[in-house]
Structures are given as structure tokens and as C-alpha cells.
């Protein structure tokens, strides 16, 4: 199994709110056909980019290099694999309470409970539920508190298994945010 992940910070300071979303995934696109030129030595505009029931992008006639793009504050992150791969990145920031409880069980709240960040423990989790769902293609169908990962003891980077599902997971903090990365 061959994975790879690329980052990218981007400065958007004065684009407008309603041209920064354009102009995130137009940069996110960017940075796959990098790594797509990087990886396999192809160009972006020959491979044709087709979406799943739920919506997750795959390559038409390329189902042998499997994707997935992510993008969060300034920065943003395309993974690339031979098998289906998830990737997310969130920023740190304030998350209210009623999310937390909705949204982990178990361990994960033993976890968040237990850190001296909660939002930032959170956030952590977080991105590792999102990455887990963007790799089975279910997207925001699938209810994130059925998929669990214990990552109590982490300590800036972690590589497992995910706790009740199939598949493998690195987690690291970056400083201001959480990249994520779920393979199937």
C-alpha cells in the first residue's frame, strides 16, 4: 500500500468571504494535480473526476489511485493512495458542548473529559471521524458517533487502527490544526 499526504498554507487575507470558498476548493484542486504530477507524473486535466452517491470524487478510469482533498482555515491537504483514503483538516477552535456529547462515546469522551483542551482533544477527534467517513464514501450519511477511535496517551502523533471499524488512521497536531488521515 502506497500513501502519501500533501499540506499547503494559502494566504486569503482580503478575498471576500463568498470568493474564498471558490478560491479554497480551486486551491485544494491545485494541490491534488501537484501531487497527481508529483506521484504518478500525470496532469490533473487528463484524468476525468467523477462523485460517488454521496458524493466523494474518485478518477473515472484511474480506480488504482484513490484521493481525497480537505481544506480548513489557510491550509489544505490532498491525500493520494492505493487504497480508499480519507483526509481532514480542522482548525482548532471552540466547540460547544451538545457536539461533543452527540458526536463521541465511550473512550472518546473518557479523552476530551480528561485533556487540559477539550475543544482541541475534540478537534482531534473530530477530523479523525471525518477523514474515517470521507474514506468509506458515506460522508455526513454516516452517524459519527458508530465510528470510534481511542486516542488516549496521544501526544502530537498517532498511527492505528480504528477502535470498531476497518482501518488504519494517522493523527498528528500541527500546532494550529488537526490533520487526519483514514485509510480503508
Not at 493512495?81 to 462515546?105: A, M
Request: proline share 2%; hydrophobic share 35%; charged share 30%.
Amino acid at each position: 500500500m502506497s500513501c502519501k499526504i500533501y499540506l499547503q498554507k494559502y494566504d486569503y487575507s482580503g478575498v471576500l468571504r463568498g470568493q474564498r470558498k471558490k478560491l479554497e476548493s480551486r486551491n485544494g484542486l491545485s494541490l491534488l494535480d501537484h501531487a497527481v504530477k508529483d506521484e504518478y507524473g500525470l496532469d490533473l486535466t487528463s484524468l476525468e473526476i467523477e462523485r460517488g452517491i454521496h458524493g466523494k470524487p474518485y478518477f473515472k478510469d484511474r480506480r488504482d489511485i484513490c484521493f481525497n482533498i480537505s481544506h480548513s482555515g489557510d491550509y489544505a491537504a490532498a491525500a493520494l493512495c492505493s487504497r480508499e483514503v480519507g483526509v481532514d483538516i480542522q482548525v482548532f477552535r471552540h466547540i460547544k458542548d451538545n457536539v461533543i456529547n452527540k458526536l463521541c462515546r465511550g473512550a472518546e469522551l473518557e479523552y476530551i473529559g480528561s485533556s487540559p483542551d477539550r475543544d482541541r482533544a475534540f478537534i482531534m477527534l473530530w477530523a479523525l471521524k471525518e477523514s474515517y467517513i470521507k474514506a468509506t464514501g458515506d460522508g455526513m450519511t454516516f452517524p459519527m458517533s458508530e465510528v470510534n477511535f481511542d486516542i488516549r496517551g496521544f501526544d502530537g502523533e498517532l498511527v492505528g487502527r480504528v477502535s470498531n471499524r476497518e482501518g488504519l488512521y494517522l493523527l498528528r497536531d500541527c500546532g494550529s490544526f488537526a490533520l487526519a488521515a483514514c485509510v480503508l
